[in-house]
């Protein structure tokens, strides 16, 4: 089982481009509902700033009835609208597929989408001064909510030896 990010007509491909590299380093499958506000395909997205495309598992759907029939699991739909914070939901059981569902950068998720999971829509508290967070921003914040309630399983908690190393603060 596992992770599931879920990107609703994403419109931004710099946006997009973060959430693959998130993905990549996290070990988080990547679904797109299209249309998409970019090409899906190596130049456009390392245009947009995606080097570890091949690091990243990504399927691509033309709508989300399509994506709904093929996979199964717990959903969580992130909207300015919803009434719950990420961790009042329990997200530890690594055995089931979790899908963490975000909306285009201009409108959201629809309504007609929202209606039918009211009681799994969250948020993430903020002040009156803006009306949302950056799309990119946000899906890291529940990407890491949902691994830290999983402790974090299968990932490095330190650096990896194959880069500079866990000590390499006190080395000289």
């Given at each position: 089982m596992g992770l599931h990010v879920v990107l609703y007509q994403p419109e931004i491909p710099?946006?997009?481009?973060?959430?693959?590299r998130?993905?990549?380093?996290?070990n988080t499958t990547l679904h797109l509902i299209e249309p998409?506000?970019?090409?899906?395909?190596?130049?456009?997205l390392k245009r947009s700033?995606?080097?570890?495309?091949?690091h990243t598992k990504f399927f691509v759907y033309p709508d989300f009835d399509t994506f709904l029939?093929?996979?199964?699991?717990?959903?969580?739909?992130?909207?300015?609208?919803?009434?719950?914070?990420p961790d009042q939901f329990d997200l530890s059981n690594s055995d089931k597929n979790i899908y963490l569902v975000f909306g285009r950068e201009s409108t959201g998720i629809p309504k007609s989408i929202l209606r039918e999971h009211l009681d799994?829509?969250?948020?993430?508290?903020?002040?009156?001064?803006i009306r949302s967070l950056n799309l990119s921003?946000?899906?890291?914040?529940?990407?890491?909510?949902v691994l830290r309630q999983q402790n974090y399983q299968g990932l490095s908690?330190?650096?990896?030896?194959?880069?500079?190393?866990?000590?390499?603060?006190?080395?000289?």
């Amino acid at each position: 089982m596992g992770l599931h990010v879920v990107l609703y007509q994403p419109e931004i491909p710099q946006n997009t481009g973060n959430i693959m590299r998130t993905c990549a380093g996290t070990n988080t499958t990547l679904h797109l509902i299209e249309p998409l506000g970019f090409k899906v395909d190596d130049k456009s997205l390392k245009r947009s700033g995606v080097n570890y495309l091949e690091h990243t598992k990504f399927f691509v759907y033309p709508d989300f009835d399509t994506f709904l029939s093929k996979n199964q699991g717990e959903f969580l739909f992130f909207t300015r609208y919803g009434k719950k914070t990420p961790d009042q939901f329990d997200l530890s059981n690594s055995d089931k597929n979790i899908y963490l569902v975000f909306g285009r950068e201009s409108t959201g998720i629809p309504k007609s989408i929202l209606r039918e999971h009211l009681d799994r829509c969250t948020r993430y508290p903020m002040n009156e001064n803006i009306r949302s967070l950056n799309l990119s921003n946000t899906v890291c914040l529940g990407i890491y909510e949902v691994l830290r309630q999983q402790n974090y399983q299968g990932l490095s908690k330190t650096e990896p030896e194959s880069m500079k190393g866990e000590d390499w603060l006190i080395k000289d």
